[in-house]
């Protein structure tokens, strides 16, 4: 069954760990995520962003997939489905659809309209038992055409969204949405702090997980965050095995043009990541 978030971040933060929230895109990916966790015994978050909603066929489509999985792949670690970076009404969709948790990601709005509408949700997520994550500060890079520049936030913004209730906090501190440029300055620790220092016991979000260096992930968990976001580093690795798979001419032997063997490859690849991953962020072991 699928849970909401706040438990398993409110751990996370208590435990100086993160749970990593892993984008999903297809069966594929979900069934490799949750097995990973599953067998690493870790708690994890599968993340839509709208975009892959939209390619899934809608966020009902999403949770019955989900949910068939949890119950035929018998999982037992805890399982959030979370909605990424959505938009007000993407996040009344979601709630409606079934997700366990939503981002509402009001960080291009004036604050004074992010603090309207994020009110209004703490009180739809509150009376569902639904967790809710909210943005302050643009995340750098593109996401599904949502473009921010790496901006980092100000922690007195953060301490007003924080204030009303939000299970969880997404602030920017220098981090970029997929590859990391050459002359990228690093996450900004100062910033970090200061956002911890104002929030207090809020679990804080960390987007952007592909290409930040371990020792700068370990340190952010050191400063409070307790959720990380990966999805570039999977595609990568997925497409990198589907690349090698294809040029090795496997899919010309045999019956390797099924797509149950032009696919494994590079699910397996997902695993690896997905495990590499829940081993850095602390959370082997914590369901």
């Known amino acids: 069954m699928l849970v909401s978030a706040k438990e ?6 208590e435990g100086h760990y993160a749970v990593g929230q892993f984008n999903i895109n297809n069966l594929e990916w979900t069934k ?29 489509t999403v949770v019955g997939m989900v949910n068939g999985m949890l119950e035929t792949l018998g999982i037992t670690v805890p399982v959030a489905l979370h909605l ?8 009344l969709a979601c ?23 994020t009110k209004e949700l703490v009180k ?17 890079g593109e996401e599904d055409g949502v473009v921010g520049a790496g901006e980092c936030a100000d922690p ?13 906090l997404a602030a920017g501190i220098g981090n970029i949405h997929g590859k990391y440029p050459e ?9 970090l702090d200061a956002v911890q220092q104002k929030t207090g016991a809020m679990p804080l979000v960390l987007h952007g997980g592909t290409g930040i260096p371990a020792d700068m992930i370990k340190k952010a968990i050191s400063l409070g965050v307790s959720k990380i976001n990966v999805n570039t580093e999977c595609q990568l690795a997925f497409a990198d095995a589907t690349r090698k798979y294809i040029e ?3 899919d010309l032997s045999g019956k390797g043009f099924d797509p149950r063997k032009l696919l494994a490859p590079g699910v397996e690849a997902i695993k690896a990541t997905v495990k590499e991953k829940m081993e850095l962020f602390g959370s082997v072991g914590k369901a």
């Open 8 to 13: 398993m971040l409110t751990k996370a933060k």
């Open 32 to 60: 490799a995520i949750l097995q990973t966790a599953q067998e690493l015994n870790s708690p994890v978050i599968l993340g839509v962003s709208e975009g892959a909603g939209k390619y899934m066929c809608g966020y009902k």
């Open 84 to 91: 990424d970076h959505g938009s007000y009404e993407g996040a």
């Open 95 to 117: 709630i409606e659809a079934g997700f366990s948790s939503v981002m509402f990601d009001g960080s291009h709005y004036p604050i004074e309209e992010n603090i309207e509408k």
């Open 124 to 140: 739809i997520t509150g009376e569902k038992g639904i967790s809710l994550e909210a943005e302050v500060g643009a995340i750098g």
């Open 156 to 168: 007195d913004e953060c301490k007003m969204i924080a204030d009303l209730g939000v299970t969880m």
């Open 183 to 191: 002359n990228w300055a690093g996450l900004s620790f100062e910033t």
């Open 248 to 250: 090795a001419g496997k």
